[in-house]
């Protein structure tokens, strides 16, 4: 039992046992019979394709034209950046001053933004205002901000994705409960 795998396979009969010391000579043997000599093959020099363009040279534009492609995104990216610093900007210049939120609103007027249902809270006046168009919403720096509808438009014009509501007064309606049709609950 304490026998090695390789001494009962030797046992069985299935394998036969071979010396170390013949395998290199068989094989020198059987490569000096096909006319070749037992050294390793010496490494050839890239050859030439019919381009005349050898494997460095490719491996060198390929690597060039790949620096040249990230140096490009690199500077739409930048340039994409700058364009939005400059749209926040203006949409902050734009909304300094013009905020109509109030501290003391208590009455939540829901709307949908970014696939999410927001609030913001307005007075009785304010609501009314939103509802008929007069007054819109625009998200700024993580907030909703109210503002008159001539502001929300300039912000609209500059960046639409910062207007996140403006009622059309010519839609604007209400509904037969005496809720506006564009209200989300």
Not at 16 to 45: I, L, M, N, T
Not at 123 to 146: F, I, S
Request: hydrophobic share 40%; aromatic share 4%.
């Amino acid at each position: 039992m304490a026998d090695s795998l390789r001494d009962q396979l030797l046992k069985s009969g299935i394998v036969k046992q071979v010396r170390d010391e013949k395998r290199p000579a068989v094989q020198s043997a059987r490569s000096a019979q096909k006319g070749r000599s037992a050294k390793p093959p010496r490494h050839r020099p890239a050859a030439a394709d019919a381009d005349g363009i050898d494997l460095a040279r490719a491996y060198a534009i390929r690597a060039q034209t790949e620096a040249g492609e990230r140096k490009r995104a690199e500077q739409e990216a930048a340039e994409q950046a700058r364009l939005r610093r400059e749209c926040k900007q203006k949409i902050q210049h734009l909304l300094a001053g013009n905020a109509l939120n109030k501290p003391e609103a208590d009455q939540p007027r829901n709307f949908e933004y970014g696939g999410k249902i927001r609030r913001i809270y307005v007075d009785a006046a304010q609501l009314a205002a939103l509802n008929a168009g007069e007054l819109g919403v625009v998200q700024q720096g993580g907030r909703y901000v109210l503002v008159r509808r001539e502001i929300a438009e300039q912000v609209g014009a500059i960046d639409a994705r910062h207007l996140a509501l403006l009622v059309d007064p010519a839609t604007a309606g209400v509904g037969d409960d005496g809720v506006p049709d564009d209200l989300m609950w």
